[in-house]
């Protein structure tokens, strides 16, 4: 069984900066790409940022250069550094990691985490 664990969801002002972790736990061989997605209410659940297993990025427009997605170096922990916040930042930002049973290749298996609020109101 795999765990996916967000935390660090919280209330902040517009232009503060707040940091999310999520924790990859259970029985598997490595942790290929691990995601940040969010969904506002009433909207579809968008791509934040992710990073792969060789440290490659990849952000949505919207966060770029705001956003800073990383990973520890044991590969199971993946957090999002969100500077200059705005109020269109808020939603429920979900962790997603690809999990495989192989060191070599991906299995297939995906996992999402439960969720955490970020709510950017003054």
């Known amino acids: 069984q795999v765990q996916v664990v967000e935390s660090g969801g919280a209330l902040v002002r517009p232009g503060g900066s707040l940091r999310l972790s999520c924790e990859v736990s259970g029985n598997f061989a490595k942790i290929f790409t691990m995601a940040w997605y969010r969904q506002a209410p009433g909207k579809q659940r968008d791509l934040v940022a992710l990073?792969?297993?060789?440290?490659?990025?990849k952000y949505g427009d919207s966060v770029k250069g705001r956003f800073t997605i990383s990973r520890t170096s044991a590969e199971n922990t993946v957090y999002l550094q969100m500077n200059s916040l705005k109020p269109e930042d808020t939603a429920v930002y979900y962790c997603?990691?690809?999990?495989?049973?192989?060191?070599?290749?991906?299995?297939?298996?995906?996992?999402w985490g439960q969720g955490t609020q970020v709510t950017v109101s003054s």
């Open positions: 990073i792969n297993s060789d440290g490659i990025t």
């Open positions: 997603n990691a690809d999990v495989s049973a192989s060191t070599t290749y991906f299995t297939g298996d995906n996992y």
